[in-house]
């Protein structure tokens, strides 16, 4: 429907639901009311679903539509990776169930306004975004599959429920597997998809290390260690003195085996196996990393 019809249409049906005589009705029923042909009807469903976008009008727990009387939150929206979310309001316990006929381009972690269109006594609200105020992911963490002319970027977080296109020109020469930061340019809208660049190719995904640097900029975590941290690892000996044996057996020629995969990062735990008479004993062996940090408190 063209812009300008559909808000000619809004108009006239805002002021049919605002006039005194007006009793609350459902879309079949508004229909009939100001015969408008079955043919149509789906246009009828369109104004009236722009309107609660809106926030003008609202719909009754029976389906029916009503004037609205503002009642809009502000919250975090939840998204699920069947399509569905939740939004959560700060200061509220219960959160507000958004069907996934409803969430009307919203995205996981996006500060959106709701109407709240069902209220029942036990059971959960349901609710319409009418707003989207801001989004909360702007980049995202994807695997990249690459076609002749473009490519799309698959998020690896599922409640991103959508691909992203990628034009070839802004794909910065990433090739299927490659594991990818993506900024998202566009967020699409019904029948169109999220549109995005990479700005960054982690790694294939079969590179080693690939899939823990995928995390680290999922979570935006730190790469880099303080300078107050890097100082403190200087000062570490890398001899044992007598002061740190104390307390402590000494298993330095015993041969150990760590437990660890070829690629861990952190060996900090080893076993032995050594024979006493007729029995085999097992030693597990636990790094005490506490004894090098500062500060550290020792749980074991």
Partial sequence: MEKTILEERKKTIYQFICDEFYVPMKAKE???????????????????DALVMDGRIEVTSKGKY??????YLI????AHARGFGFVSIEGEE????????????????????????????GKRREGTITKIISRGTTRIVCTYEKS??????????PKFGSDIFIPQERSKGAVSGHK?????????KEGRKPEGKVVEIIGHIND??????????AYDLPVEFSEKIMHQVENVSNEVSTADMAGRMDFRDWQTVTIDGEDAKDLDDAITLTKEGDNYKLGVHIADVS????????TG
């Fill in 30 to 48: 508004m229909a009939v009311v100001l015969s408008v042909p079955k043919s149509q009807r789906s246009e009828l469903q369109e104004v009236l």
């Fill in 75 to 78: 919250g975090t929206f939840t």
């Fill in 180 to 188: 990818v930061v993506v900024e998202i340019t566009d967020y699409g």
């Fill in 291 to 298: 004894k090098l940090c500062a500060g550290a408190q020792r």
């Fill in 208 to 217: 080693p290390g690939t899939d823990i640097m995928s995390i680290v900029k």
């Fill in 66 to 71: 009503i004037k609205s009387e503002g009642k």
């Fill in 148 to 157: 002749k002319t473009f490519g799309f970027a698959v998020p690896d977080n």
């Fill in 94 to 121: 219960e959160d507000i169930f958004i069907p996934e006929s409803q969430v009307h381009g919203a995205f996981h972690m996006d500060t959106v306004q709701v109407a709240v269109t069902s209220e029942n006594s």
